[in-house]
């Protein structure tokens, strides 16, 4: 069986993009942004030890405009190179009922998000990652994810799009893992006690 993680760069208050869509707060995460090397190359691994990646619409709209072009821009550092080419070759599903075609290493399924995810979870295969907040929230709800890794940005928004999704249950976890990276940013890491 897989095992399924939900894992977002998230405010300080609970929130992975503020008013609108703005991830102007996570500004430090990438190479486009700031010099936080360690976080980036945190994720870049991360991609790298992923079996499988489940997008929801929002989230493979961001980052299919950004990442497969990515290292030909002007100016890409090494690691940006190497998180976009670990990024296009990483498989990927995409949920949607409104986008038309995907590429990328990535295929598209308009059914039922908590079915196909279910299914997924019972192949025996690698770690998938799940992103994006109605796409995780589903998956949270009924009861799919295995662990969660919450990379703790020191900003307050105040509103936005919050990390946890409201839930019919309490969810009991574990905390395995804590680590700190450059800048305050901290990350914490649960597995689903079950």
């Given at each position: 069986?897989?095992?399924?993680?939900?894992a977002?760069?998230v405010?300080?208050?609970?929130?992975?993009?503020?008013?609108?869509?703005?991830?102007g707060?996570?500004?430090?995460?990438g190479?486009?942004?700031?010099?936080?090397?360690?976080?980036?190359?945190?994720?870049?691994?991360?991609?790298?030890?992923?079996?499988?990646?489940?997008?929801?619409?929002?989230?493979?709209?961001?980052?299919?405009?950004?990442?497969?072009?990515?290292?030909?821009?002007?100016?890409?550092?090494?690691a940006?190179?190497?998180?976009?080419?670990?990024?296009?070759?990483?498989?990927?599903?995409?949920?949607?009922?409104?986008t038309?075609t995907?590429?990328?290493?990535?295929?598209?399924?308009?059914?039922?998000?908590?079915?196909?995810?279910?299914?997924?979870?019972?192949?025996d295969?690698?770690?998938?990652?799940?992103?994006?907040?109605?796409?995780?929230?589903?998956?949270?709800?009924?009861?799919?994810?295995?662990?969660?890794v919450?990379?703790?940005?020191?900003?307050?928004v105040?509103?936005?799009?919050?990390?946890?999704?409201?839930?019919?249950?309490?969810?009991?976890?574990?905390?395995?893992?804590?680590?700190?990276?450059?800048?305050?940013?901290?990350?914490?890491?649960?597995?689903?006690?079950?």
């Amino acid at each position: 069986m897989r095992k399924l993680t939900f894992a977002m760069n998230v405010t300080l208050d609970g929130y992975i993009a503020a008013p609108g869509d703005d991830l102007g707060w996570s500004a430090g995460d990438g190479p486009d942004s700031s010099p936080n090397d360690e976080l980036f190359g945190w994720w870049s691994d991360r991609v790298a030890a992923t079996n499988l990646a489940l997008y929801g619409r929002k989230l493979w709209e961001g980052m299919s405009s950004h990442w497969p072009t990515a290292d030909r821009r002007p100016g890409a550092t090494p690691a940006a190179i190497e998180y976009a080419r670990r990024w296009r070759d990483m498989p990927k599903v995409v949920f949607s009922s409104t986008t038309g075609t995907v590429s990328w290493n990535a295929r598209l399924v308009t059914g039922d998000a908590v079915t196909e995810i279910t299914r997924l979870k019972a192949e025996d295969a690698g770690p998938m990652d799940i992103g994006g907040a109605t796409l995780a929230g589903a998956a949270m709800r009924a009861g799919l994810i295995d662990e969660y890794v919450l990379v703790t940005m020191p900003v307050l928004v105040g509103d936005g799009t919050p990390f946890f999704t409201p839930l019919d249950n309490w969810v009991n976890l574990a905390l395995v893992e804590t680590r700190t990276f450059p800048g305050g940013v901290t990350l914490a890491r649960y597995e689903t006690r079950r």
